[in-house]
């Protein structure tokens, strides 16, 4: 076997892993969000960092209505993620904090790939529960060189 026949099977199962994990996410964030409602949750806050081909989460908080923080629901969620190799769906059972964790590293892994590599970025996902949407302010670092050469 070429090393062009792995890649190419490998692109098809990452494609496959990628649509069904698209599908799979649609269904996590209608639980996540019926699962903050019941509660009261009215919006969840969600900061991450990353740069030097490093990046994690740095805070969740959830708010009420009033805007005050309130604690997560302790209730833990089930829900589905696509296999490694793409082959279907396997259940797995997480606190809430961690549903909402995976749920923004495959949103940011999905818009933005290497979102942690050299310079990183920073941002912040805003959970809007009524209106069942997830914002991304996404703020992309960058290192700017301006060189002049001149001859006289």
Known sequence: MTDDDSFT???KQEARRMALAMQLREATKARLLDALLAPGIARVSVLFDGEGDSGQ???TVAFDAGGQP???PAEPLTIQTAKPDGSGPEETTLPVADVIEALCYELLEEKY???EIDDGSYGKFVFNVADG???LTFNG???DVDTSIDTF
Do not use: K, N, S
Request: no cysteine.
């Open 133 to 135: 949407t997830i914002q």
């Open 141 to 143: 670092r960058f290192t």
């Open 9 to 11: 099977r490998y692109a």
């Open 70 to 72: 309130v604690d997560l």
């Open 57 to 59: 989460i740095e805070e």
């Open 113 to 115: 790939p290497g979102w």
